[in-house]
């Protein structure tokens, strides 16, 4: 989805502010929301992609207004309702009123820290031959899917360069097809590909920029 | 990195409608027994106090220091910086990227956020913002000048873009006149912006 959250390019944002000496959190509850949302995902009733998707799907002026962690937890009511995990009641009256869905897994004291530890990884075996090698030209399609994608908008129709395969990953736009588990997993291969600054920006851009990208098998063409 | 909260915000009004409604929400799933508070207090301690860039400079003070290590850092990021103990979530598949002379580093999410958590911890605001996710693809040398960087032109300026579940490490250029610096003298010159690629050492 061509969504406000694929923000390369984009020059109507101002210049990048910093702030000294930042605090991890600048309020009590963005440690909260944090938490909960890493906790959450550990459910198993949604996963990466799908967290991703619900953030990225909240309305524009939504995204846009609110801060890192509101967008985390708007995201994260999101997925529990759409699962019927809670109920819009529920959330307004913080307070249980019907009886709890089943989950995978709850994070508990005991587990939190062998989870951090192993993470999510998201390489898996692939048996299919790579389409593309190191050092060959492919074109990022021109393409604007309806769900899901993590090819951003800045790079489609464009030629670059294929830097790296980083063996079979698990294809987000398709990991975002069944909300619930069993999740369609397809493998693909992952290449980093560079693209030069002249060929994404045009005419009075920076010759000495390149910029990379991962990306997804399905998501480039082969040129000749 | 300090541990406590900061409630001094621009915009209390905002603030305290989001304490309550996170907290309504922490109640709410609590009672469902989807959360174990005492694990969500955990999560926080590890970010808050134990994961962070001091890891992240660590890796690469032992990269400077050992041409062996630093080979193996470049060649298979994840295996070498797992070696020393940083592994897991959002750092599970890591890319380390040498500056050079020739070429600058630097990383960006343009579409969310992927930041390397195992060893840089949690990103900074300014990583999140719209201005830097917009800007840092198209005009990277004009971001660096908002972090008073300024690099020779003929310094090419390769940005990665974290699209996938790929995690990028900057590795600095190790300053000149440090030859004689142990590996934990080395690590505390090495900052959370140079090692994503906004700052230099």
């Known amino acids: 989805m061509n969504g406000v959250h694929d923000m390369g390019g984009q020059q109507s ?33 949604w996963n990466i992609d799908l967290s991703r998707a619900a953030r990225e799907s909240l309305p524009p002026a939504t995204y846009l207004s609110s801060t890192y962690y509101e967008i985390w937890i708007r995201g994260l009511e999101k997925l529990l309702l759409e699962r019927g995990m809670v109920t819009q009641a529920e959330l307004e009256a913080g307070q249980l009123i019907t009886p709890p869905a089943k989950v995978n897994k709850v994070l508990t004291l005991d587990t939190v ?71 369609n997993v397809t493998v693909e291969w992952l290449y980093t590909v560079v693209f030069d600054g002249p060929t994404l920006w045009g005419v009075g851009s920076d010759p000495s920029v390149e910029v990379t990208v991962d990306a997804w098998e399905s998501y480039l063409e082969a040129t000749d | 990195m300090t541990s406590h909260s900061h409630d001094h ?77 940083f592994t897991g979530r959002q750092g599970e598949h890591m890319v380390a990227v040498e500056n050079t002379t020739d070429q ?23 990583y999140k913002s719209a201005a830097y996710r917009s800007r840092a693809v198209l005009e990277p040398r004009q971001v660096l000048a908002d972090f008073g960087v300024a690099l020779p032109e003929s310094t090419r300026i390769r940005v990665w873009d974290s699209t996938a579940e790929v995690r990028y490490l900057v590795l600095p250029k190790r300053p000149t006149g440090t030859d004689n610096l142990s590996q934990t003298d080395l690590a505390a010159l090495v900052t959370r912006d140079a090692m994503i690629g906004t700052a230099l050492i």
């Open chain 2, 9 to 85: 915000d621009h915009d209390h009004s905002t603030l305290s409608e989001m304490d309550v409604r996170v907290r309504a929400l922490e109640t709410l799933l609590t009672q469902k027994g989807y959360i174990d508070p005492a694990g969500i207090d955990r999560i926080i301690e590890t970010y808050e106090n134990e994961v962070g860039p001091h890891n992240g400079a660590q890796v690469v003070a032992k990269a400077w220091a050992e041409p062996v290590f630093k080979a193996w850092l470049l060649q298979d990021a994840t295996a070498a910086i797992a070696s020393l103990g």
């Open chain 1, 113 to 183: 820290d062998a989870a951090l530890k192993a993470g999510t990884p998201t390489e898996r075996p692939i048996a299919q031959p790579a389409l593309f090698k190191v050092g060959q030209k492919v074109r990022a399609l021109n393409m604007h899917p309806q769900g899901h994608t993590r090819l951003p908008r800045y790079v489609r129709g464009h030629v670059g360069t294929i830097v790296s395969l980083h063996g079979g990953h698990v294809m987000p736009d398709q990991h975002t097809l069944r909300a619930l588990p069993p999740f």
């Open chain 2, 104 to 126: 600058h580093n630097m990383v960006v999410c343009t579409l969310c956020s992927c930041y390397p958590w195992p060893v840089l911890g949690l990103p900074p605001v300014w």
């Open chain 1, 13 to 45: 944002f101002g210049p990048v502010l910093l702030e000294k000496a930042e605090p991890l959190f600048h309020a009590n509850w963005e440690s909260r929301a944090m938490a909960m949302t890493v906790a959450m995902g550990a459910s198993g009733q």
